[in-house]
Every structure is written in structure tokens, then in C-alpha cells.
């Protein structure tokens, strides 16, 4: 197909959607009008404007309010221009995903990204996953984010914690060791009795823990060791709560 290269007669075929910005000469891809009225149609068509306006802050910054994912289009200088990002950042933490990997060891970034969207944090980099103020912000925001985070945070309790009090499904993620623990168990299934379905096996048959969860939730039951599932005194409480 030969290159439209008048600037109205591409505006009205883009518009009418029967012309894509990679039909255009390189002149009007590099043209701020005839690129948003691709993009605001499908932002994917960024993909094939001028390097120049990959590099337009105020032009990308435009495009990613239409969809932060097109900020893996704009330029390199832009994914590594901390005040550019923050400003992205404060608009979508998933635009971390995006920036340059100097930005995703920035504390300051990753921070902003946490606060903002929590499971960012899987895009951070290793040494912030390990930084208790940092998922502590994340867990707090997405109680998910406790996936992400190192091996060590999982099984710091007071970081666990945070995130089971955000969402018990957390306990999913939550250190083995932890599962393990009866005193962190019974404040998890204090909070809900679904906590029981990912606690150690052994606490699954420990009756006090099964109570308290059965107790907060009838149904949690159903997670206990079958032992317990036949113990009539645990039955009763399950009865009491329906």
C-alpha cells in the first residue's frame, strides 16, 4: 500500500478507521495530531509513531493516560528519567514494569509504585523485594503483594501478618514455618477461619486451632484433619455458628 502522506486526507481515513498510522509517511507519524487520533482509536498504534514523539514527554505522558502499557513504547531516556516515572508512577504503579532496571532498584520509585498499585512489587528489584518498609507498603495495599516478596519476609511475622489482616488469602504465601507456628495460626484464623485451609497439616489436627477457625467461620471445617471433622464438640461449635 503507498504511503498516504496529506495530512487531512490521512486524519479522515484514521478517523473513519480504514487507515492504520503505519500507512503514513514518516512526516505524519511524526505528527501530534494525526498520532492521537490513531492512538485515542487503539493506543497499540503508538508503536508506529516517530521515534520523536516516543521521546515527547508531553505527548507520552498523553498516550499513557489512554493505556499505561504503551509506556514500554516511549523511549529509553524516558524509562530512566526518574521524574518522568514518578509522574507516570502516580498515574499507574504497573508502569514499573516498564522502567529501566537503575529505576526498579530506586527506593523512592518502588515505593511510589507500592503505595499506588501493591503487586507492582513483582516488577521491583530483588534487593527491594527484601526491604521490610517496602513490602510492608506493598501488603498493605495488595495483601497479594506478599508473593512477591523474598523468602525472608514471608517469614517475618510482622510482615506476614500485615498482609493476612489485608486478605487472609495471603496465608497462601505466607512461609511455611509460619503455617507451622500455633500462635501466628490462631491470630490468622482469629481474623478468619478460611486461614485453616493453608496452615500445617499438623495444625489442621490441632483441635484448639480448629475451634477458634470453626468458631469464626462453620464452614472452615472442612480444611481440619478428619479426626476433627468427626469430633462432636467441634460439630457443636460448627452447629452453633450456622
Known amino acids: 500500500m503507498e504511503k498516504v502522506t496529506d495530512k487531512t486526507e490521512a486524519l479522515s481515513a484514521i478517523k473513519n478507521e480504514t487507515l492504520a498510522l503505519e500507512n503514513v509517511s514518516d512526516e505524519l507519524k511524526a505528527d501530534k495530531e494525526v498520532v492521537m487520533a490513531a492512538v485515542e482509536l487503539s493506543s497499540w498504534e503508538f508503536e508506529d509513531a516517530s521515534d520523536e514523539l516516543k521521546a515527547d514527554k508531553e505527548f507520552v505522558l498523553a498516550v499513557i493516560k489512554i493505556n499505561v502499557d504503551q509506556f514500554d513504547t516511549a523511549s529509553d531516556e524516558l524509562k530512566a528519567d526518574k521524574e518522568f516515572v514518578m509522574t507516570v508512577i502516580d498515574l499507574s504503579g504497573w508502569a514499573l514494569e516498564f522502567v529501566s532496571d537503575e529505576l526498579k532498584a530506586d527506593k523512592e520509585v518502588v515505593m511510589a509504585a507500592v503505595k499506588e498499585s501493591g503487586d507492582a512489587l513483582t516488577f521491583s528489584s530483588d534487593e527491594l523485594k527484601a526491604d521490610k518498609e517496602v513490602v510492608m507498603a506493598a501488603v498493605n495495599e495488595s495483601a497479594d503483594a506478599l508473593e512477591y516478596s523474598s523468602d525472608e519476609l514471608k517469614a517475618d511475622k510482622e ?18 514455618e509460619l503455617k507451622a507456628d500455633k500462635e501466628f495460626v490462631m491470630t490468622a484464623v482469629e481474623l478468619s477461619g478460611w486461614a485453616l485451609e493453608f496452615v500445617s497439616d499438623e495444625l489442621k489436627a490441632d483441635k484448639e486451632v480448629v475451634m477458634a477457625a470453626v468458631k469464626k467461620d462453620g464452614d472452615a471445617l472442612e480444611f481440619s484433619s478428619d479426626e476433627l471433622k468427626a469430633d462432636k464438640e467441634v460439630i457443636a461449635i460448627q452447629n452453633k455458628d450456622d
Open 159 to 176: 510482615v506476614a501478618m500485615a498482609a493476612v489482616k489485608n486478605d487472609v488469602c495471603a496465608m497462601e504465601y505466607v512461609a511455611d
